[in-house]
C-alpha cells in the first residue's frame, strides 16, 4: 500500500524489489546537475582505505589502553604494598 514504507515514498519503490528504487535507472541524472555544487567523488577505494586506516588507529589505541590499564593497576598494588 502506497504509504506504508518510508523507504518506498523516499527513494520511488520498494527496497525489497530488485529494479525498484534509487538503483532502478543508473543513466538517471546525477543530482548535482546544474547545481553550482559537486558529489564528492568518494570512491569505494579511497573509503576501505579510510576505513582500514581508521581501523589501525583505533586498534594501536586500544593496545595503548590496555598497556595503561595494566600500569595502573601495577602501580596501585605497589602503591597499597607500601603503605
Known sequence: SVGSDPLEDAFGGDPSEPGTGSDAAPDEPD?????????????????????ASLRQAVEAQS??????????????????RGR
Open 31 to 51: 543530482a548535482f546537475e546544474g547545481s553550482p555544487f559537486e558529489s564528492a567523488g568518494v570512491e569505494d577505494d579511497d573509503l576501505a582505505a579510510e576505513v
Open 63 to 80: 593496545e595503548r589502553l590496555d598497556r595503561q590499564s595494566e600500569l595502573i593497576e601495577r602501580l596501585i598494588e605497589e602503591l597499597r
